[in-house]
């Protein structure tokens, strides 16, 4: 490019635009100590702030927006065990041989003196028992005492029969032709534990198998609608609740729970008798007595008692065996066979520790060994002391852990066992699905070894 003159001119640069930063000097340590004491102090004062508010706003939003209406814990049922040991009073040779007493001269003084006793007098006086077997044999029974017996006994079943209920068990089922029907069992209940907030109801297991709906009449004729709250499939018995909210007044007020009574005291010739379904009809009744009691029957992880009585009973729609003190001391099964007119029924002293489980609605413990303990005959022999398992059943906890036939359980746990009481109290004291330290003795070639095992306590 040229000017006029024809002289040549540079281009023009273009210069750009100056920008100017302006860099802030670096904090001193001084003022990042301020800045953060300052943070700390915000949040100190914010902090102080919001527990204020809460401290404030909490009981009010308690008080107006949140429901009080929060369900209480539910009481637990509390069944104490018995005890097999009955103490049998002195006879009549050991209060003779008991020592007597020398009296310091202190009581003697005290003490009134008696006359002595005149020769004539020792040649007539009669023993106490000689002087009643005398009276009863003397005494003609008329036909009033027998039925003021018999009143005696009703008075026990009518207050037996008001913890008796039916259990109106519904299926929904299929005829032949497809066409859906509802089948309704009656069974027999009876009242066993009662809390603030419900009864417990021992029934058979088979009125709440497989049922779509329960139902529960009391003896006033008023209903109400039953849980399950657990199923015993060894004894094929299970409890079921029922809401005491759910009951009118007059229900609450009759209804009560049957004693539990102690099946270790019964003997051979007591009277008892059968209420529930003994008939096959709820709310019958029969009398009747125990004609044998057969003690330490092996039954899955421990031992019964079973009751032989002389009356009628029907085991599948509920009977049970009470006392002449209106107790409950067993129900009767199916399980054992027996004479003509002669039931069978497992004592209730064996299964207390199970009933309170099942009335709190927790799982029942199955170790799954059929077991004796261990005589003193067989500890002489060379046996060693403890429970001795005659049979560990086919799939059981116990077999599966690798417990054989043979094998003497020693401990449970941290608990020695050397009763077949004590180990099944310790079986039922063991928690569904928790494993369990076992030590048993095995007997070896020449000499028992000791062997450790851990067994999944499964359930029952």
Not at 350 to 370: A, H, Q, W
Request: glycine share 8%; proline share 6%.
């Amino acid at each position: 490019m040229s000017d006029k003159n024809g002289s040549a001119q540079e281009p023009e640069k273009k210069r750009p635009f100056i920008r100017e930063k302006v860099a802030k000097p670096p904090r001193t340590k001084r003022q990042m100590a301020l800045r953060l004491l300052a943070y700390v102090f915000l949040a100190v004062i914010a902090g102080v702030a919001a527990g204020t508010s809460f401290a404030v706003a909490g009981p009010l939003a308690e008080r107006y927006l949140i429901p009080t209406t929060a369900a209480p814990t539910a009481p637990t049922v509390t069944i104490p065990t018995d005890t097999d040991v009955i103490p049998e009073p002195p006879s009549q040779s050991e209060t003779a041989l008991a020592p007597e007493t020398t009296p310091t001269s202190e009581t003697a003084t005290e003490a009134p003196t008696e006359p002595p006793t005149t020769e004539e007098e020792t040649e007539t006086t009669e023993p106490i028992e000689d002087i009643l077997q005398s009276a009863i044999e003397q005494y003609n029974y008329t036909v009033d005492d027998l039925n003021s017996m018999y009143t005696s006994l009703r008075g026990v079943v009518t207050a037996a029969d008001n913890g008796i209920v039916t259990i109106h068990s519904v299926r929904q089922e299929l005829d032949w032709f497809d066409n859906p029907i509802e089948t309704a069992g009656l069974y027999a209940g009876m009242v066993i534990a009662a809390t603030e907030q419900e009864l417990m109801i021992l029934t058979p297991a088979e009125a709440v198998e497989n049922a779509d709906a329960l139902r529960v009449t009391f003896a006033d004729g008023n209903e109400a609608e039953c849980t399950v709250q657990q199923i015993d499939s060894l004894t094929g018995m299970a409890v079921v609740s029922v809401e005491l909210e759910a009951l009118e007044e007059t229900t609450k007020t009759r209804i009560a729970a049957l004693p539990l009574g102690n099946s270790y005291l019964v003997r051979q010739g007591d009277v008892v008798i059968a209420v529930g379904a003994p008939t096959g009809a709820v709310h019958s009744s029969a009398y009747g007595v125990i004609s044998n009691v057969v003690r330490s029957v092996q039954v899955p992880d421990g031992v019964t008692r079973l009751l032989y009585a002389n009356v009628a009973a029907d085991a599948a729609s509920g009977t049970f065996l009470i006392n002449t003190a209106g107790e409950l001391v067993g129900w009767v099964t199916d399980d054992y066979e027996s004479g003509s007119g002669i039931a069978v029924a497992r004592g209730i002293s064996d299964y207390k520790t199970i009933l309170e489980k099942m009335s709190n609605g927790r799982p029942l413990p199955y170790f799954g060994v059929m077991a004796q303990e261990v005589s003193e005959a067989m500890q002489e022999s060379g046996m060693p002391a403890g429970v001795y398992v005659s049979e560990a059943r086919i799939n059981g906890p116990a077999y599966e852990a690798g417990i054989q036939n043979g094998d003497i359980i020693v401990r449970i746990g941290e608990a020695e066992v050397t009763k077949i009481s004590e180990f099944q109290m310790q079986v039922y004291g063991l928690n569904v699905g928790e494993p369990v330290t076992v030590v048993v003795q095995r007997k070896g070639a020449d000499e028992y070894i000791e062997l450790e095992y851990q067994v999944n306590v499964g359930a029952r």
